[in-house]
């Protein structure tokens, strides 16, 4: 079984940054893509930005200028360089692992528990 375990989370005040860490352990093969959701208030959860094992990176448009996402393939492991936040990014910021698990492109996904992510005014 595979467990994601994030870390990072916290309180920062706006125009500060925090940087969002998640390991993987317990896979026996190598993930197709990793990446970052989150979940705010009130909110659906909602994709944050992901980056495939090619190093293709996908942004949610209101992060695209001020968050960085990067993997380290050998380690399983995925981060997220956030900069100049803003209280709307208050949410709980979820890992997530995926890879193709049938000829027809369907996906498998893994998911962490969740790190809290508060920014103040």
């Known amino acids: 079984q595979v467990q994601l375990v994030e870390s990072g989370g916290g309180l920062v005040q706006a125009g500060g940054s925090l940087r969002l860490s998640c390991a993987a352990s317990?896979?026996?093969?190598?993930?197709?893509?990793m990446g970052w959701y989150r979940q705010g208030p009130g909110k659906q959860r909602e994709l944050v930005a992901e980056i495939t094992s090619g190093g293709r990176t996908n942004y949610a448009d209101s992060v695209k200028d001020r968050f960085t996402i990067s993997s380290d393939n050998a380690k399983k492991s995925v981060y997220l360089q956030m900069n100049s936040v803003v209280p709307e990014d208050t949410a709980v910021y979820y890992c997530?692992?995926?890879?193709?698990?049938?000829?027809?492109?369907?996906?498998?996904?893994?998911w962490g528990a969740g790190t809290q992510v508060t920014v103040s005014s």
């Open positions: 997530t692992a995926y890879r193709v698990i049938s000829v027809e492109g369907a996906v498998g996904r893994s």
């Open positions: 317990g896979s026996r093969f190598s993930f197709d893509g």
